[in-house]
């Protein structure tokens, strides 16, 4: 695919109407792509409780769509009763097919912006370590390993995997685009 299909790809809010248009996504991505995810999404109930957290506001979601059909997906979640109400889990993922045309970028770009946009001061991101194009991916935005939990994922297969949390500093990143007088997600 060039570079002209890539852009024809639109970014635009989840709505409850996108749930079956999601669920049909995460049911076609590999299973170990859906690692990261606390919870597997390719369960109708699961995204149940997902459509039902966006209507509740707790949960930002983004679809990442080509023409109908879902082919990327971004989500901003926030716990404001939590001890952490200024930290966000970004949750970023992207057909199979899609992938290395530029969208994980646009899609992580577009919900940083968001998470600016709801006052969130720090970003973190979770996924198993041998996902190495998504740790590339977060660290070329400027996103630093901050933890690592062992043996903390299990997979369908029964297999434990190393869990790395990635962050983000917003605020400090804020402090330093406002000094050179522009807004971008990498440093
Ligand atoms: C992470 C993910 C969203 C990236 O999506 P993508 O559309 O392929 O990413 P992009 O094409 O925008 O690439 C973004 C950057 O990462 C780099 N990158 C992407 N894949 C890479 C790879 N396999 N190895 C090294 N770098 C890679 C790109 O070079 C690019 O950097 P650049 O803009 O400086 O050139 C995708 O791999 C994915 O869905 N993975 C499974 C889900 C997951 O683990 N998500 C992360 C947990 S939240």
Redesign the pocket.
């Known amino acids: 695919m060039n570079g002209s299909e890539a852009a024809a790809t639109t970014i635009r809010p989840m709505t409850p109407a996108d749930a079956p248009g999601v669920l049909a996504f995460a049911r076609a991505?590999p299973p170990h792509?859906?690692?990261?995810l606390p919870r597997d999404i390719t369960h109708p109930k699961v995204l149940d409780a997902w459509v039902a957290e966006l209507e509740r506001g707790t949960l930002t979601s983004l679809v990442a769509m080509r023409d109908a059909t879902v082919v990327?997906n971004a989500t901003v979640v926030t716990d404001p009763l939590s001890w952490s109400p200024h930290v966000a889990e970004?949750?970023?993922?992207?057909?199979?097919a899609?992938?290395?045309?530029?969208?994980?970028?646009?899609?992580?770009e577009a919900a940083f912006a968001l998470a600016v946009s709801m006052g969130i001061e720090k970003l973190i991101?979770?996924?198993?370590v041998d996902?190495?194009?998504?740790v590339?991916?977060?660290e070329?935005?400027g996103y630093r390993a901050e933890a690592l939990l062992r043996d903390h994922v299990k997979d369908r297969d029964g297999i434990k995997h190393d869990l790395v949390i990635l962050s983000h500093d917003v605020a400090t990143f804020q402090a330093r685009a406002g000094a050179y007088g522009r807004l971008e997600t990498?440093m």
């Open positions: 991505l792509d859906l690692l990261f990327g970004l949750r970023v993922v992207v057909s199979a899609a992938r290395g045309q530029g969208l994980g970028r646009r899609l992580m991101a979770q996924m198993t996902q190495t194009a998504a590339a991916t977060f070329s935005m990498s």
